[in-house]
């Protein structure tokens, strides 16, 4: 478990509306009840034309909910979407039709009920969703959205966690594991409770991830650093 949190395929669910202006054309919100933290990452995907892209984008659960809000003009919407390592799936483009200045549409991500509507044959999950508005113009405006556990380590980085008011980053080198803060800094002398398992871990006075020790306040943690009950 700790390594699949610190290779950042992380699950990351909304405990309220989460909502950003990702572009001139529109506005997106999420909304899915679940959990006490959000999270950001940036994801690399190819291109149709096989040219790499990287860009910031919230990370959700499978299944939540896209609430889009047209800002500026009307739009016609579509919807992509690529695999686990960032590739495009070819066979798979929803149209979500055209919304007008103010209005609204809703979108799930959920690869499973979605695939049809552009008759993939595709049979895995898709790792990221791309919503695109090209207004009147043919300006085309995007965001993307990352499925949590679906996306592998590579396509992903510079992954945050909130929890508790503060952003955290699992960083490592030769020495160990540590908890960078947003913020600035890193935790030290503290108790770190991962927001995706649920388990413990203790930053020692440098800094580092303790492991295979007791800690100060007199806790087992075993080799991985996760504190023995």
């Known amino acids: 478990m700790k390594k699949s949190i610190k290779t950042a395929i992380f699950a ?45 984008a919230p990370i959700v659960k ?10 500026a003009t009307s739009a016609t919407y579509t ?25 609204t549409l809703q979108y799930t991500l959920d690869w499973n009920a979605r695939k049809s509507e552009g008759k993939s044959s595709y049979t895995g999950q898709a790792g ?8 009147s113009d043919g300006k085309i405006w995007r965001q993307r959205f990352v499925i949590n556990n679906v ?13 508790k008011g ?12 540590w908890v960078d803060k947003k913020s600035g800094g890193y935790l030290t002398n503290a108790w770190f409770q ?5 388990l413990w871990y203790y930053m020692g006075a440098d800094g580092y991830m303790l492991t295979n020790t007791t800690t100060p306040d007199g806790y087992r943690v075993d080799a991985g650093g996760v504190w023995v009950k």
Do not use: H
């Open 166 to 177: 503060t952003f955290y980053q699992w960083k490592s080198n030769s020495k160990g594991w």
């Open 79 to 103: 919807v992509k979407a690529y695999d686990g390592m960032g590739n495009p799936i070819r066979d798979f483009n929803a149209s979500l039709g055209t919304v007008k200045k103010g209005g």
């Open 12 to 56: 990351c669910i909304f405990a309220a509306a989460f909502q950003i202006t990702a572009f001139a054309g529109f506005t997106w919100r999420v909304e899915s009840a679940d959990s006490s933290y959000v999270g950001t990452t940036n994801v690399t995907v190819t291109n149709t034309s096989g040219k790499k892209e990287t860009e910031d």
């Open 194 to 198: 991962s927001p995706v398992s649920g």
């Open 151 to 163: 996306c592998a380590s590579g396509v992903l980085s510079n992954m945050y966690l909130y929890s």
């Open 128 to 135: 990221v969703f791309e919503i695109q508005a090209k207004d």
């Open 62 to 71: 499978r299944g939540a909910v896209v609430t889009v809000t047209e800002a």
